[in-house]
């Protein structure tokens, strides 16, 4: 039985207004799948770019070296290729140039087969007045839920 793994970037969903949703595939190496298999892993601050050859890297993405790896043992911060079919790749790249949209990791997780797969998002970058809306909506929310639970 594989332990899935669900690293979540909150800070996204807070700062960016999220457009569309692509699932990647990551280039590890080494003890990296070690370190993302037992949590230790950080995307709060990372971000995609595209390189000269139209390849997508995560970039600034923290994954802790693997407490018993050896000299092999991988650096924590590095640039990780994201692995895209190249329809999808045309048309971030697109959006990214002509629209001037930004690439953030939402989420990072292991699947049923225990691959590390990254969920990436092309996001627009919200306003301070939007995210202003937006913690509004979140405490009438959860004050509308506080009071069904006192009511049921």
Known sequence: MVKTVNILNKR?????EIIEKYT????????EIKSIRLGKANIAE????????NELFAINTYIEEYAFGNQF???SRSE???LLNKRELKNLARSVQAKGLTIIPLRLFTNE??????EIGLCKGKKNYDKRE???EQDTKRD???IKKAFN
């Open 144 to 146: 509308l839920d506080r």
């Open 113 to 118: 087969k225990g691959i590390a797969k990254l």
């Open 24 to 31: 990647a595939g990551i280039v590890l190496a080494g003890t």
């Open 12 to 16: 996204a969903r807070f700062d960016y």
């Open 73 to 75: 043992n991988h650096k």
């Open 80 to 82: 990780r290729k994201l």
């Open 134 to 136: 937006s913690l509004k």
């Open 46 to 53: 990372s971000f995609c770019e595209f390189n000269e050859k």
